[in-house]
Nanobody, 129 residues
Framework: QVQLVESGGGSVQAGGSLRLSCSAS???????????IAWFRQAPGKEREGVAG????????YYSDPVKGRFTVSRDNAKITVYLQMNSLKPEDTATYYC???????????????????WGQGTQVTVSS
């Protein structure tokens, strides 16, 4: 059974930083490597959007345009943990952030929540101006 648990959310002022963590269990490394893991977010009244993703070995990353240059995704497969370092936060980054994992080391881009089978419960990030 795959379980994803996010942590690290909180409230910060604009310009501040937060680091989210996603601790995964139940994932297995297949013939293509560890599964692709992504971060999505959903703000009140808006659709969930994919913001960052990383391949199983960490060699390839993806960022949506709104976060490119400010967010950095990384992973530690020894701990089966994925991180999202968020710098220069803006009020429009306020959302619930979700960690999501595929069963394979691949995911369609841009990220779509319909493509991802495993989800965490989410962690709230609030950025005040």
């Amino acid at each position: 059974q795959v379980q994803l648990v996010e942590s690290g959310g909180g409230s910060v002022q604009a310009g501040g930083s937060l680091r989210l963590s996603c601790s995964a269990s139940g994932l297995t490394s297949g013939t293509s490597g560890w599964p692709y893991i992504a971060w999505f977010r959903q703000a009140p009244g808006k659709e969930r959007e994919g913001v960052a993703g990383i391949t199983g070995g960490g060699g390839r990353t993806y960022y949506s345009d709104p976060v490119k240059g400010r967010f950095t995704v990384s992973r530690d497969n020894a701990k089966i943990t994925v991180y999202l370092q968020m710098n220069s936060l803006k009020p429009e980054d306020t959302a619930t952030y979700y960690c999501a994992a595929n069963s394979k080391n691949i995911l369609n881009l841009p990220l779509r929540d319909a493509d991802v089978p495993y989800w965490g419960q989410g962690t709230q990030v609030t950025v005040s101006s």
